[in-house]
Every structure is written in structure tokens, then in C-alpha cells.
């Protein structure tokens, strides 16, 4: 199907009793898209007539378990030079338009990771992840793999460029704990019918399974499945040094420190995960040597924000580094412990990191 030249960018997203946050989503992006097509996957509330009041298109798709079907549905359909995908919990903050409207702009000749900022705040503190949702119109440009889908592979296998942006998008639909039980569970019947059925699964496969498992409170079977990732031949870069990261997780919440200590990655310490650094300091800690421990929390504390796998919350984690610090300190100076612990709940009530110089300034008062 030929574009019509007026057709600058095409919304796309999938749904399924998405009422209470629909309109957010078709709203934030209306005044850049060209046409916004929401593929509806069996909603028995009002997603449907309040994407059509926002002027969406609505395909209805019969659900199959496969999110990168359901997402191709609307690619196929998509008229415009680019697409934007979004989901229906998330929407585009008003900075991130004028950004977007200069790449439409521009000839359609590459992909963009944008920045997926997981957030209940308003962007203020949350994870954030970086994720290809904005690439051209092109029919050999389709999403892969029936959970967490995505479209790398097939833009590399296209040779299409992918280039970073700081462009935000906010997430909002891992707010609720209910709700995250409820994505987990369907994930993982979704991931179980994949690893069960192939002998030698996809190492992003097993860690997304760990993922799904360490979310549902199942830490033992996480640890086993993240370990199946990291010890994979083929599991390379961050999917590896991830797999690593999520161990200690796991071995954190099974109160296990001697075993994280095992898991020391072989690149400098500079380079860890923010998140690799907290739990080794923690586990340091709860083996008696203090001083170690605490100069790897305030590795973490000095850790520059980076997109990273797994993604992390840097206010949240740098606040879990303090607070470790105050643990050690406790018993030692507990008027020291006191001022960090303050410190910890004002950074993750104010949505601001916590810098060594306001660590710094808080040791010289102690």
C-alpha cells in the first residue's frame, strides 16, 4: 500500500480494558499524529468507544497470546512515514513532543530508542528503560517474539540505523500491585509455553521468565532461571551481566551475601550495575567487613545514570545505598546513621539522588 504523502506519523497501539487510562495515551500524542490506530484485543469495558470519541481507529483482533501479532495487526495497517508505539498506560509528557515533531520532520530513514520511564510521579523517580518505538513506515520493519516484543532484530536485519534520543515516555501501568500480579501471571504462561517446549531456549527467553518469576515472590525458581541465562553460550553484554545482577537479587531476598560474593563480574568495578554495587556492599557488610563494603556503596552512590539491563530506579537505588551505610554505621556512630537514614527518605520523597557531596558534607557534620 502506498503512503499518502499528508500521513506524516501513525500511532499504534494495542488494548484490552484500557478504559480508565486510554484517553491519556490517544490525547498526549493527538496533536503530532497523522492517524492513531488502537488495536482492541477483546476490552468488555468502554476502550473501545472512548479510543473512537478520541478519534483513534479501532481494529478488533481476537487475543492469542502473542503480543507481537496483536502489534503487527496495526503496523500492517499504519499509513503514515513513521510509527509511534505506544501502550495505553502510557502517554508523552509535553517535552517530549517538540522533540518528537523534529524527527517527523526529518526523512524516514532510521529508528529511535526512546526513554520508557516506569514512573507513579510523573517521571520524578522511576526505572527507566531504553526502547525502540519510533521507526519508519517499512513492511519488513515488524515485532518479534510473543512477550516483551520488540523490533530490533528485524530493523538489523533491514540494516536500519538505531539512534538514542532522550525522548521520554511515562509509564504508569506497573503502579498497582495488583496489576503487576496480574501482567506477571499472563507473562509467565506466555514464557512457560515457550522454554518448556524448546530444549535450548533464547537466553532473553530465561531472563525474562526470571523476571516474571522474581516479581510473583517465587525467588528460588527466579535465581534458577536467571542462572540458566547467565551461564547460557550464546547470552551475551547486557543480557549476561544482567542475568548476573538479578542473581544477587535473588540471593539478597534468600539472605545468601557469601553467594553474591561469588558473583563478582571480571570488568572494573566502575562498570558494574548500580544495583551489582548495592548488593555487594550489603553482602560485605553482613560479613563483617565493614569497610570494604562501604566503599562499594559509595560506588554505587557515585555511579553515573546509565540505561542499563536490568532497568533501575537511580534515586531509589542510590537511596538503598544510604541506608545500607546507615546499617553499618549503626551501632558504631548511631548519630551518623540517624542523618543518613534522613537523608534516604528525604531523596525518595523528594524524587532527587543523593550525590557524594550531600554525603560528604553529612560525614563532616557527624
Given at each position: 500500500?502506498?503512503k499518502?504523502?499528508?500521513?506524516?506519523?501513525?500511532?499504534?497501539?494495542?488494548?484490552?480494558?484500557?478504559?480508565?487510562?486510554?484517553?491519556?495515551?490517544?490525547?498526549?500524542?493527538?496533536?503530532i499524529?497523522?492517524?492513531?490506530i488502537?488495536?482492541?484485543t477483546?476490552?468488555?469495558?468502554?476502550?473501545?468507544?472512548?479510543?473512537?470519541?478520541?478519534?483513534a481507529?479501532?481494529?478488533?483482533?481476537?487475543?492469542?497470546?502473542?503480543?507481537?501479532a496483536a502489534?503487527?495487526?496495526?503496523?500492517e495497517?499504519a499509513r503514515?512515514?513513521?510509527i509511534?508505539?505506544?501502550?495505553?498506560?502510557?502517554?508523552?509528557?509535553?517535552?517530549?513532543?517538540?522533540?518528537?515533531?523534529?524527527?517527523?520532520?526529518?526523512?524516514?530513514?532510521?529508528?529511535?530508542?526512546?526513554?520508557?520511564?516506569?514512573s507513579?510521579?510523573?517521571?520524578?523517580?522511576?526505572?527507566?528503560g531504553?526502547?525502540?518505538?519510533?521507526?519508519?513506515?517499512l513492511?519488513?520493519?515488524?515485532?518479534?517474539w510473543?512477550?516483551?516484543e520488540?523490533?530490533?532484530?528485524?530493523?538489523?536485519?533491514?540494516?536500519?540505523?538505531?539512534?538514542?534520543?532522550?525522548?521520554?515516555?511515562?509509564?504508569?501501568?506497573?503502579?498497582?500491585?495488583?496489576?503487576?500480579?496480574?501482567?506477571q501471571?499472563?507473562?509467565?504462561?506466555?514464557?512457560?509455553?515457550?522454554?518448556?517446549s524448546?530444549?535450548?531456549?533464547?537466553?532473553?527467553?530465561?531472563?525474562?521468565?526470571?523476571?516474571a518469576?522474581?516479581?510473583?515472590g517465587?525467588?528460588?525458581?527466579a535465581?534458577?532461571?536467571y542462572?540458566?541465562?547467565?551461564?547460557?553460550?550464546?547470552?551475551?553484554?547486557?543480557?549476561?551481566?544482567?542475568?548476573?545482577?538479578?542473581m544477587?537479587?535473588?540471593?539478597?531476598?534468600?539472605?545468601?551475601?557469601?553467594?553474591?560474593l561469588?558473583?563478582?563480574?571480571?570488568?572494573?568495578p566502575?562498570?558494574?550495575?548500580?544495583?551489582?554495587?548495592?548488593h555487594?556492599?550489603?553482602a560485605?557488610?553482613?560479613t563483617?567487613?565493614?569497610?570494604?563494603?562501604?566503599n562499594?556503596?559509595g560506588?554505587?552512590?557515585?555511579?553515573?545514570?546509565?540505561v542499563?539491563?536490568?532497568?533501575?530506579?537511580?534515586?531509589?537505588?542510590?537511596?538503598?545505598?544510604?541506608?545500607?551505610?546507615?546499617?553499618?554505621?549503626?551501632?558504631?556512630?548511631?548519630?551518623?546513621?540517624?542523618g543518613?537514614l534522613?537523608?534516604?527518605a528525604a531523596?525518595?520523597?523528594?524524587?532527587?539522588?543523593?550525590?557524594?557531596?550531600?554525603?560528604?558534607?553529612?560525614?563532616?557534620?557527624?
Amino acid at each position: 500500500m502506498s503512503k499518502p504523502p499528508d500521513l506524516s506519523l501513525s500511532l499504534v497501539l494495542i488494548a484490552k480494558n484500557e478504559a480508565p487510562v486510554i484517553a491519556r495515551c490517544l490525547d498526549s500524542a493527538s496533536s503530532i499524529a497523522s492517524e492513531m490506530i488502537v488495536v482492541d484485543t477483546g476490552s468488555s469495558d468502554e476502550t473501545v468507544a472512548i479510543a473512537q470519541r478520541c478519534g483513534a481507529w479501532v481494529i478488533n483482533f481476537p487475543w492469542c497470546d502473542d503480543f507481537s501479532a496483536a502489534r503487527n495487526v496495526g503496523l500492517e495497517a499504519a499509513r503514515g512515514r513513521w510509527i509511534l508505539v505506544l501502550d495505553a498506560d502510557e502517554y508523552l509528557p509535553k517535552a517530549s513532543l517538540t522533540a518528537l515533531q523534529a524527527l517527523i520532520d526529518g526523512p524516514p530513514d532510521c529508528a529511535y530508542h526512546l526513554l520508557n520511564t516506569s514512573s507513579s510521579d510523573g517521571g520524578k523517580t522511576g526505572m527507566v528503560g531504553k526502547i525502540v518505538r519510533f521507526f519508519p513506515n517499512l513492511p519488513e520493519i515488524r515485532f518479534e517474539w510473543h512477550v516483551h516484543e520488540q523490533v530490533v532484530t528485524s530493523l538489523n536485519r533491514a540494516g536500519v540505523p538505531i539512534r538514542d534520543t532522550s525522548i521520554e515516555i511515562i509509564h504508569t501501568g506497573y503502579s498497582s500491585p495488583e496489576i503487576n500480579a496480574a501482567k506477571q501471571e499472563r507473562n509467565l504462561r506466555i514464557l512457560e509455553k515457550i522454554t518448556a517446549s524448546d530444549p535450548d531456549p533464547h537466553p532473553m527467553a530465561l531472563f525474562l521468565q526470571g523476571g516474571a518469576l522474581l516479581d510473583l515472590g517465587r525467588i528460588s525458581e527466579a535465581l534458577d532461571f536467571y542462572r540458566r541465562c547467565a551461564d547460557s553460550p550464546v547470552a551475551v553484554g547486557g543480557v549476561a551481566h544482567g542475568a548476573r545482577v538479578r542473581m544477587a537479587t535473588c540471593l539478597a531476598a534468600l539472605k545468601k551475601p557469601a553467594d553474591i560474593l561469588a558473583l563478582l563480574p571480571p570488568e572494573p568495578p566502575a562498570h558494574w550495575h548500580p544495583e551489582m554495587l548495592l548488593h555487594l556492599g550489603e553482602a560485605l557488610i553482613q560479613t563483617d567487613r565493614t569497610e570494604e563494603g562501604v566503599n562499594f556503596l559509595g560506588l554505587g552512590l557515585a555511579s553515573e545514570n546509565r540505561v542499563l539491563i536490568p532497568a533501575y530506579d537511580p534515586v531509589r537505588v542510590k537511596a538503598r545505598c544510604v541506608m545500607a551505610m546507615a546499617k553499618a554505621f549503626e551501632k558504631s556512630n548511631i548519630q551518623l546513621a540517624l542523618g543518613l537514614l534522613k537523608l534516604a527518605a528525604a531523596s525518595i520523597q523528594q524524587g532527587r539522588e543523593i550525590t557524594p557531596a550531600n554525603l560528604g558534607f553529612l560525614m563532616g557534620q557527624a
